[in-house]
């Protein structure tokens, strides 16, 4: 009951939260299914760094890829050349980097595998041209 000496220190909102609380009913779980017979449970919440090269505990194995040779070559140097650089800086530029090489590389394949097929296709010659006249015309 709501009087002069309780208005200000009334919770105006329990009432509601409280209705609405006793009129929640849980649904029923439905299981999500990624394809027939797979359900998702098994999928979402799966910790794979133990299988995975580029995880920590793969480096603390001494199992690791080249990217974390990469990183600390790129550290060691970055904190040689930036002396005010912070190590956000430093993964920013090593992505930055990275992710450049990586779109420069696909490209060069990219490049690589098209003239292939146009070779295969058309012959050394005719392909050689049409690649020249590409990379001039992109000139």
Do not use: C
Not at 3 to 16: L, Q, S
Not at 119 to 136: L, R
């Amino acid at each position: 009951m709501i009087t002069n000496a309780n208005v200000m220190t009334t919770d105006y909102a329990k009432e509601a939260r409280q209705s609405m609380l006793k009129s929640y009913r849980p649904k029923a779980h439905q299981s999500v299914m990624i394809a027939p017979g797979m359900p998702a449970a098994g999928v979402w919440n799966e910790d794979v760094s133990g299988s995975d090269l580029r995880s920590v505990k793969a480096y603390l194995r001494g199992a690791y890829s080249f990217r974390t040779i990469w990183w600390n070559v790129f550290s060691a140097v970055h904190q040689r050349v930036s002396k005010s650089g912070s190590l956000e800086s430093a993964m920013y530029d090593f992505h930055r980097l990275h992710h450049a090489l990586t779109f420069f590389k696909l490209r060069k394949q990219n490049e690589f595998y098209s003239l292939h097929n146009e070779i295969k296709g058309d012959g050394a010659t005719k392909a050689g041209a049409a690649y020249v006249f590409e990379t001039f015309k992109r000139m």
